[in-house]
């Protein structure tokens, strides 16, 4: 069984910066990993996306500020975060699809919490 374990966030003032890791357990093939978050009150939304060949995108709000990255032999990615502002608070989770036997799979981290305030 496969699980996404994610560490790191926390609370930083604003300007400050945080860095998240998410692992996936198992052995797996990963196509695309992403960080999604959720705000009080808000819909879950895409942060950054990472495709197997390194090809990244990012949601317009983090652009410049945010850096997704992965490691294919270990199944794991980053999300260094910079520059946080109050609006970047939020439960972010970990996102990842894979392909077993030809059958396209979709795993969701737990979720960690980042907290950006004075």
């Known amino acids: 069984q496969v699980q996404l374990v994610e560490s790191g966030g926390g609370s930083v003032q604003p300007g400050g910066s945080l860095g998240l890791s998410c692992a996936a357990t198992?052995?797996?093939?990963?196509?695309?990993m992403a960080w999604y978050r959720q705000a009080p009150g808000k819909e879950r939304e895409s942060v950054a996306e990472?495709?197997?060949?390194?090809?990244?995108s990012y949601a317009d709000s983090v652009k410049g500020r945010f850096t997704i990255s992965r490691d294919n032999v270990m199944n794991t990615m980053w999300l260094r975060m910079n520059n946080l502002k109050p609006e970047d608070t939020a439960v972010y989770y970990c996102?990842?699809?894979?392909?077993?036997?030809?059958?396209?799979?979709?795993?969701w981290g737990r979720g960690t919490q980042v907290t950006v305030a004075s």
């Open positions: 990472i495709t197997r060949d390194g090809d990244t």
């Open positions: 198992g052995t797996i093939y990963i196509t695309n």
């Open positions: 996102h990842m699809q894979a392909v077993r036997r030809g059958s396209p799979l979709t795993y």
